[in-house]
Structure formats: structure tokens, C-alpha cells
């Protein structure tokens, strides 16, 4: 119960100083501008394709979600335990009866709250905006692949800020953070498609495209997400690159959620096995 | 006081960073009600000594109980209370958020811990964003988050550091309170000065050892540290009056005369035997810096070459 107290506490504070700190402000603006923009670009003129504009407009927001949505993870969370090392409240905090896995829930937990309300506002107007231009019309099967389109974000970004915190408790300087922060984000959500794409086209269609290259598509957070949702869209959603998998997967798509669980778990016991290493 | 609750027993503790040794079989003790001051210089070990007891870091030898329970259990940080030598509150927070914040994690409830901002006087400032605090502000919401849920051991590293004198004077009348109450107290400082009167017992730590620990008069008595004793003399006599009471003649008129505080009077009748070749005499007696050096068993020109160990 004093537990459960404890949890609330450190979440709530933490959420609050996101919203003093601009935080929301700034990731809930950047996830509506970016979501605008492709409900009015992506949802083209309607009619041509059998598609209704809200998948159509939920496959282009998938494919910029992969980017935006780790980033903004990562932003929010990278400080969560180096900052509070480097400023000294660590050690107040710590000697107070809070135990270690019980802080990093909570942080994670108002971390998680900064991208939900992020995601469900932005998203939720793009939504809107679409909806105003084409109306719902048949397609009211858009909506389901929008609400799984918001909750797998979330999902994406549990994982990231999971990552962003044991990258966090990692380091006694928030400089250090940010900086592997950045890195792992290039790595994860760039480097390593690129990596994939490049072997692609040396294999030429070989063994390698043909048995191990799936399950490492499957294998990256972004991707995962990506292809669990574009697997379950209209087969007439207009889709290329890696994402081609999506059609083609070895295993059920379930498999790609489980992916993401996954990594959800790890980052959250890497994080908490690092906390439990640091010495205010 | 030896019949009041030991809160804070230290037993031989020795703590090593890698080959250093930081604390070397240390032996504390704070009661219930005690006020203690941890002297020491810089890199003597101070804020190692209080990251132990809070369970930081772990011992490579002795004992160390809090309130009778292993340090970092449960029950220890039910029972203690850390004021961290550097901290910095969130700048986007209140004073009273912090209070709120800090009690709810503590189990105490908050509107039982609001009051303390009056109590070290920034009332004042409890809705006002702690990026707009004075230094001297921000230790004192510092002290009040210490004093949350009457803690039964209060430690507290460097806490006057940054504060004005009128300000020190309340920081100690609050902490005199607090005592009083039945909180253990433990708290480090640079200077015998600023303690003296302040707390029941002085400890002096010196290269990670425990070099003195008792009421502040009765090391001072115990360290027997010499009276200085200037005697001026008539010019052209300096020589005439060391040869006759020893001493080193300093400049062309002085002589210099160590003795203990009961050859004090003796040496006196001496030099007024002297008659006319004595112009003037002047005593020293030895100050409380000076008791801090002859424990910590470090002279100035040493001492200046910093902790470089
Ligand atoms: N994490 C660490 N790793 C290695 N050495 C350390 C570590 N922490 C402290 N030390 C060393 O231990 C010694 C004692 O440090 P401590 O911080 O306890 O000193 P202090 O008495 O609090 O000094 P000050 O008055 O300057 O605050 C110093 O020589 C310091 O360099
Ligand atoms: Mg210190």
C-alpha cells in the first residue's frame, strides 16, 4: 500500500515537471504538427485507391512513428536517473524507505504518461481532420486500425523509454546519457535498417534474404511495430522497402507484438539491475 | 547520557575506495537526543562516513547499526533523515511540492509536514518555484525536508554552508529544538568555531581516522596545548632577558615563551622579577582552531598542501 503511494508520488511529481518543463507541450506539438501534415498529405485524393483514407493516413503515420515516436521516448526519459545523480536528489531520494524497482516504475510510469497524452491528442486530431475531409463513410474499420495504430505506439514508446532509462542509470552525468541516448537511437531505429537493406542487396535474393533476413527485420523495436501494423491493414495500402515483409512473414504477426513485449521487459529489468548498481 | 537509547553505533568501521582507505576503524556513537559534530578536513572522510550509514555504501569491516538495524533496511531509513552536503531541487517545483513530495515518500502525511517551511522561516516563499530561492532559502527547505516525520536520526553534511551568520544562529536553535525532541543529530562541519556551544560533543576526523570524540572543554583541557607569552623588553635587553627566562628572542625586542597552563602563574612571577628590563607581556591562550590541529594532527604547512593523499 505505502508502496503503491510511493509509485503515485514519484509519477505524479515526475509528470508534473514534464508539463513545467515544457515537455508535453513540445512532444504533444511536434506528434500533432507531424500527424496534420500526413492526414493532409497522405490522404491524397480519395477515390483512386479501394483504401479509406484513415488506413491510408495510418500506414504513412506508422512509417514516421518508427522515428518520432523512439526520439521523443528517449528525450523524455534519458535524464530520469543521471539528472537527479548529478543534481544530489538522488541520495535524498534513495534515503527515504522508496526501493530502487519502485522509483523506476514510477518514473517510467510518468514518462509513459508524457507520451500517452503525446499521442492520444495528436493522433486523436490528425484522426479527426481526416475524418472531417473524407468522413467515415464504409470504412469505419479505419478507426480499428487507427486505435491499434495509438496503442502500439504506446507500446513502441514503453519500450524506448525503458531503454532511455537504463541508458539513464547507466551514467553519473546526464551529458553521458544524452549522448548514448542519441546514439542508440541512430542505431536502432536507422543504422540498422540500413544495415539490413545493404546486406539485402548483396545477397541478391540469397540464403540470406530468404531464412535469417525476417526474423531480423522482426527482431528491431521499430521494425516490429511497423510490420505489425501494416500486416493487419487492407491489402491495397500502398507499402515498400523492408516493409514489403509485412506481406510475406515467415510467423504470425503476433510474433511481432511479442517482439516489442519482449524488449519492453528487457529494457525495464536492464534498468532496474543498473539502478540497483549506482551509489549516490 | 549513557542511559539515554544509542540511535547510531559505529564499531571499527573501515571503508576502502579501491586502495584507499576512506574511514579506518572508526567508532561512533550517537544517542537520542545528542547533538554531534563531525569535524575534518576537506577529503577527511565526513560524507563517506554519512553515505555508510545510509546504506550507499557497504563496509569492508566493522559494525554499523541505525536505530539497531542494518543500514539501508527498511526500518534504518524509517528511522533517518539526510541532508546532502549539494543538492539541487527541481527549479520548476515549489517549496511546498517538495514538502508534499517528500513526506508522501516518507509515509507521513503531508499536511502534517507543511508547517516546517514556517519553521525555518520561508513560509513565505512555499508557492513560489524554487529557481526563484536565495541560496541561503534553499538549504533552508534542505533542513525542512530533513525534518520531515520527526526522524530519530537526523544527518546532516555541511548544512550551514551558504548561510549568513543570523541564519546560522536559527539553523542551530532549530536543531537545538529537534534534540530536544529526542533526534539523534550528526552533523559535519569545517570549523570548532562555528559548533562550539552548539553541540553536546565534538569528533574529529583526520585521513579517514577517528581522532578525538568528547565535549569540546574537555578535549581542550586534554590536548594541554601551550600558552603563548610575548615579552617585550627594553631596547638593547632582549638577550639579558631570554638568558634569564628562556624562550627565543624573535625580533630585536621580543621573547617567546611556550608553557603549559600550571607553569602559567610561575613564569609570570618570573618576568615581573625582571623589573625595569620588561616593557610589556602578552599572553595567548590557545584557541579552538588550535584544538582542531593539535587532533587532526595537521600543521598549517601541511595542511596546505591539500588532501592530495
Ligand atoms: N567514489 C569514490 N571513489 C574514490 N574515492 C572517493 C570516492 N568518494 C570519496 N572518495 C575519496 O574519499 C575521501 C573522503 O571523501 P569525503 O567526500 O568523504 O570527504 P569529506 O570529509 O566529506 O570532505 P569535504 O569536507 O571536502 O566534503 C576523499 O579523499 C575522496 O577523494
Ligand atoms: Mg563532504
Known amino acids: 500500500m505505502s508502496g503503491a503511494i510511493r509509485i503515485a508520488t514519484v509519477a505524479t511529481t515526475e509528470f508534473r515537471l514534464a508539463v513545467r518543463n515544457r515537455w508535453v507541450l513540445l512532444a504533444t506539438l511536434t506528434l500533432t504538427g507531424f500527424a496534420l501534415a500526413l492526414a493532409f498529405l497522405g490522404s491524397g485524393p480519395s477515390g483512386e485507391l479501394k483504401v479509406d483514407p484513415l488506413t491510408l493516413t495510418a500506414a504513412s503515420l506508422s512509417t514516421l512513428s518508427v522515428y518520432l515516436v523512439p526520439l521523443i521516448a528517449l528525450l523524455v526519459s534519458y535524464d530520469s536517473l543521471a539528472g537527479e545523480l548529478e543534481r544530489g536528489t538522488l541520495s535524498l531520494v534513495l534515503a527515504t524507505p522508496i526501493r530502487r524497482t519502485e522509483l523506476l516504475i514510477a518514473k517510467f510510469l510518468g514518462h509513459l504518461a508524457v507520451l500517452a497524452l503525446a499521442i492520444v491528442v495528436g493522433y486523436g486530431i490528425a484522426a479527426l481532420a481526416v475524418i472531417e475531409r473524407h468522413g467515415l463513410g464504409a470504412h469505419a474499420a479505419g478507426l480499428v486500425v487507427w486505435f491499434r495504430l495509438m496503442a502500439t505506439c504506446l507500446l513502441l514508446g514503453a519500450v524506448f523509454v525503458g531503454l532511455g532509462m537504463a541508458v539513464s542509470a547507466s551514467c553519473r552525468q546526464t551529458g553521458t546519457a544524452a549522448a548514448l541516448s542519441v546514439g542508440l537511437w541512430l542505431l536502432l531505429v536507422v543504422l540498422y535498417d540500413l544495415a539490413l537493406l545493404g546486406a539485402i542487396i548483396v545477397d541478391r535474393g540469397g540464403l540470406f534474404t530468404k531464412t535469417i533476413f525476417p526474423f531480423l527485420v522482426l527482431a528491431n523495436p521499430g521494425d516490429a511495430f511497423r510490420l505489425f501494423n501494416l500486416a493487419q491493414m487492407d491489402a491495397g495500402t500502398p507499402i515498400a522497402g523492408l516493409d514489403g515483409l509485412a506481406h510475406s512473414l515467415p510467423l504470425p504477426i503476433g510474433a511481432a507484438l511479442a517482439v516489442l513485449v519482449a524488449w519492453l521487459g528487457a529494457a525495464l529489468s536492464a534498468a532496474v539491475a543498473l539502478a540497483r548498481k549506482i551509489t549516490p | ?309
Do not use: W
Not at chain 2, 159 to 165: A, E, F
Not at chain 2, 178 to 191: D, F
Not at chain 2, 197 to 223: E, F, N, P, W, Y
Not at chain 2, 234 to 251: F, K, L, T
Open chain 2, 1 to 309: 547520557m549513557s542511559d539515554r537509547q544509542i540511535v547510531l553505533k559505529i564499531a571499527d568501521l573501515t571503508l576502502r575506495f579501491g586502495s584507499f582507505t576512506a574511514l579506518d576503524a572508526v567508532n561512533l556513537t550517537v544517542s537520542a537526543g545528542e547533538r554531534v559534530a563531525l569535524l575534518g578536513h576537506n577529503g577527511a572522510g565526513k560524507s563517506t562516513l554519512f553515505k555508510t550509514v545510509l546504506g550507499f555504501l557497504k563496509p569492508d569491516g566493522g559494525t554499523l547499526t541505525v536505530a539497531g538495524a542494518r543500514p539501508g533496511s527498511d526500518h534504518a531509513r524509517g528511522a533517518v533523515s539526510y541532508l546532502p552536503e549539494q543538492v539541487a531541487f527541481p527549479k520548476a517545483l515549489t517549496g511546498t511540492e517538495i514538502i508534499t513530495h517528500f513526506a508522501r515518500l516518507k509515509g507521513v502525511a503531508p499536511s502534517r509536514s507543511i508547517g516546517l517551511l514556517e519553521t525555518v522561516g520561508i513560509a513565505d516563499a512555499a508557492d513560489r518555484a524554487i529557481g526563484t530561492y536565495s541560496k541561503g532559502m534553499r538549504q533552508r527547505l534542505g533542513l525542512a525536508q530533513a525534518l520531515i516525520g520527526k526522524p530519530a536520526l537526523l544527518l546532516l553534511d555541511e548544512p550551514t554552508s551558504g548561510l549568513d551568520p543570523l541564519s546560522r544562529g536559527e539553523f542551530y536553535a532549530i536543531i537545538d529544538r529537534v534534540a530536544a525532541e529526542g533526534t539523534a543529530v550528526l552533523l559535519s562541519s569545517h570549523s570548532l568555531t562555528e559548533v562550539e556551544s552548539r553541540t553536546d560533543r565534538v569528533a574529529i576526523l583526520a585521513r579517514g581516522q577517528l581522532k578525538a570524540d568528547g565535549a569540546l572543554a574537555d578535549l581542550a583541557r586534554a590536548a594541554r596545548l601551550p600558552i603563548r607569552i610575548r615579552v617585550e623588553a627594553e631596547p638593547g635587553r632582549a638577550d639579558a632577558v631570554r638568558d634569564r627566562i628562556g624562550g627565543d628572542r624573535i625580533n630585536g625586542r621580543s621573547v617567546l615563551l611556550n608553557c603549559l597552563a600550571e607553569e602559567k602563574i610561575g613564569l609570570l612571577a618570573r618576568v615581573a622579577a625582571l623589573g625595569k628590563d620588561v616593557t610589556d607581556v602578552d599572553i595567548t591562550l590557545p584557541g579552538l582552531d588550535d584544538v582542531y590541529r593539535h587532533y587532526s594532527g595537521i600543521d598549517l604547512a601541511t595542511h596546505a598542501m591539500g588532501d592530495a593523499s
